[in-house]
């Protein structure tokens, strides 16, 4: 069984800052793992994944993950924030080989000017 | 059009109506997927089809009833609903790879009186 904590359900950043979003899962399997995003009134995008290759993930929008397996973590990361960044974030888990995504209850991002 | 598109995007129906929900991808991907989306909780897996198969059933009521006649097109229908079934119903699809990228649509938007 697999299962992801996403650490506060909001975030506020000023624009240029750092924006750290929060993830840990827990999986009996190897996990692949993933961060999507959402805006208003849309689906979600995936934005990386990870599926044990490279630990240091990057995604779109500069974007990237480092998934530590000590730590069962996989934080997201962006260095400079964008106030095109608000939006809600999901991370989610799968066991390697499986289609069914877990999701986190998302993190809503703000980007204060 | 590309993608993944929904239709509706919004729909308001009675506890007593019977209404479908449409989903149709255009990526060429042979899974497809219905999640339900609802205010302060993780995103639900309902179903998932491979094949136009149904392979996964995560204890949705029987109120919900999924049709997949192809690979390109997945449909909810709906009956007999209640209140607390209004939420964001997502479509997805992906190859069927395991774990390979679900590329979500916008969404439909379900208010039952």
Redesign the interface.
């Known amino acids: 069984a697999q299962s992801v904590t996403q650490l506060g359900s909001h975030v506020s950043v000023s624009e240029g800052a750092l924006v750290l979003l929060r993830c840990n899962y827990s999986s009996s399997v190897p996990p692949y793992l993933f961060w999507y995003v959402q805006y208003p009134n849309q689906g979600l995008q995936l934005l990386l994944k990870y599926t044990s290759a490279a630990t240091l993930v990057k995604g779109i929008n500069d974007f990237e993950a480092e998934f530590k397996k000590s730590e069962t973590s996989f934080h997201l990361t962006k260095p400079s924030a964008h106030m095109s960044d608000a939006a809600e974030y999901f991370c989610a888990v799968s066991a390697a080989g499986r289609r069914a995504l877990t999701f986190g209850s998302g993190t809503r991002l703000q980007v204060q000017p | 059009e590309t993608g993944?598109t929904?239709t509706p995007r919004h729909l308001v129906m009675g506890m007593t109506n019977k209404k479908s929900l449409k989903c149709e991808q255009h990526l060429g991907h042979n899974?497809m997927?219905w999640y339900k989306q609802s205010a302060?909780?993780?995103?639900e897996?309902m179903f998932?089809y491979?094949l136009e198969e149904r392979?996964?059933n995560n204890s949705v009521p029987s109120r919900f009833s999924p049709e997949c006649p192809n690979s390109s097109h997945l449909f909810l229908h709906l009956h007999t609903l209640q209140p607390e079934d209004s939420a964001l119903y997502?479509c997805?699809s992906?190859q069927?790879r395991?774990?390979d990228?679900?590329?979500?649509?916008?969404?439909t938007r379900l208010t039952v009186l």
């Open positions: 993944v929904q899974a997927y302060k909780k993780p995103l897996l998932v491979s392979v996964e997502l997805a992906s069927d395991g774990a990228t679900q590329y979500f649509g916008p969404g």
